[in-house]
């Protein structure tokens, strides 16, 4: 289907579901933009290379971009905290819908695309996770084991990891590739006690691990090199170091096997990398 006629589909759809009364997704120079709440949502793909082939591209990671109206940034983390109640599952649902438009004309490239769900809105879906978005998919054209659900955990949702872990892992029985991901800067996880849950409850396909947490004085308590190696080599999670920033952080990456790589660092060709894609 073109990707006109996809956005006016979606436009339908989400508008009849959410009681919108203007289109909340259009296309701006050839890319699917949306609106929410006065805020113009956008989406930049970081390639995520392999580190044992050439760093040949491996997938790409959806990064949303949002930024206000009057032309100043937003935070996407500041955006689902702040928005009201059931209006974060909209949101969630919106910012998929628009990457994976965006992803389309690259798509057969082959390749996996990560996509982040946020805590608030798999708290806030009761069950089933996963088949509200099985029509995207569909309606894109792509399989789902190409498309990894990356649960994003910060600091205020830590202690509920079991629960999201099982909402997680509805959405592996709907077929998807999944992924839990940390984020720099959003607390200090106890990682023996993280990784013993992984180890019981859900083993993801993938572990996202933001660069600045491997090089020394950041790495938080429970995070030694070997006991992740272990932990992940006895779950089969593959490991992608993202962020990366300079030679330090990809070294840190290498020795702990990071499969995939991904930051500004590889992507700049004075440095030997590659472009961004």
Not at 137 to 164: K, S, W
Not at 177 to 189: C, L, M, N, S, Y
Not at 200 to 205: E, G, I, K, V
Request: glycine content about 12%; overall charge neutral.
């Amino acid at each position: 289907m073109p990707l006109n006629d996809l956005v006016e589909y979606f436009n339908q759809r989400i508008r009849a579901e959410q009681g919108l009364s203007q289109p909340p997704l259009f296309l701006q120079d050839g890319r699917v933009e949306g609106r929410f709440a006065g805020i113009r949502l956008a989406t930049l793909f970081q390639p995520l290379r392999r580190s044992d082939d050439g760093l040949a591209i491996a997938g790409h990671a959806a990064e949303l971009q949002a930024c206000r109206e009057d032309g100043g940034n937003t935070l996407p983390a500041e955006l689902f905290e702040h928005a009201e109640g059931g209006r974060v599952v909209g949101l969630d649902r919106l910012c998929r819908t628009i990457h994976m438009l965006n992803y389309l004309p690259g798509a057969h490239e082959g390749g996996y695309l990560f996509l982040v769900v946020h805590p608030r809105h798999v708290l806030g879906v009761k069950c089933n996770h996963g088949a509200y978005f099985e029509d995207v998919i569909f309606r894109c054209g792509l399989a789902p084991e190409r498309v990894v659900i990356t649960l994003a955990m910060t600091a205020a949702y830590h202690d509920q990891l079991p629960r999201l872990l099982a909402g997680l892992g509805n959405y592996r029985r709907h077929g998807y590739a999944t992924a839990v991901g940390f984020e720099q800067g959003a607390g200090r996880p106890d990682w023996t006690n993280h990784l013993a849950e992984l180890r019981a409850r859900f083993a993801p396909d993938f572990l996202r691990l933001p660069a600045g947490l491997l090089t020394a004085g950041n790495a938080p308590p429970g995070l030694q090199a070997d006991a992740l190696v272990n932990a992940l080599g006895a779950m089969g999670t593959r490991l992608v170091v993202e962020g990366i920033t300079d030679e330090h952080q990809l070294e840190a990456a290498r020795a702990l096997g990071a499969g995939w790589l991904a930051g500004d660092w590889i992507e700049t060709p004075a440095r030997g990398g590659r472009r961004r894609a």
